[in-house]
């Protein structure tokens, strides 16, 4: 997937007993962001700034969604350890992560791995992707995604 294509539809499930279906949701434009792993520093300080800017994305129509191959059960403990207020989907079978190309072969201690690349897509009503990030970097991210939000 890429800039100003339409996203198929998809669902998963998602936190809160829910099952997450792209057609389905409301929101006037979604932040779709795919992180590697629950509780780890990166994947933790991202959620909370998304969380801490939460209500400036609801007052633009915006919903957010975050997406790692974790197990429901992981991110119902993650969601809750940080007080996220959006839903966590578990893609344990990576169908989300494949349909947005965000798996790559990353380095762990020598080794190679296959893993998911931290990326954000912004969504509009049509579900076309307006924006995109891959390869990101947390710092300044999330007010980056909220600044490119307000210019819809």
């Keep these: 997937m890429k800039q100003n294509e339409k996203v198929g539809d998809f669902s998963l499930p998602c936190t809160g007993g829910k099952t ?67 839903d966590l989907l578990a893609d344990t079978g990576e169908l989300a992560c494949s349909q947005f190309k965000v798996i790559k072969l990353k380095n762990l ?3 190679q791995v296959r893993g998911i690349e931290r990326s954000t897509f912004v969504l509009d009503r049509e579900r076309v992707i307006r924006r995109e990030w891959r390869g990101v970097k947390v710092p300044g991210h999330v007010q980056e995604v909220l600044d490119f939000v307000k210019t819809l």
């Design 20 to 86: 997450f279906r792209l057609s389905e949701t409301e929101d006037r434009f979604l932040v779709l962001y795919f992180y590697p792993k629950d509780n780890t520093p990166g994947c933790t300080t991202e959620g909370i700034q998304f969380r801490d800017l939460h209500p400036a994305f609801s007052k633009l129509g915006c919903g957010i969604y975050g997406i790692s191959r974790d197990s429901l059960k992981s991110h119902e403990g993650f969601k809750a350890k940080f007080g996220f207020p959006f």
């Design 109 to 111: 201690y020598g080794k």
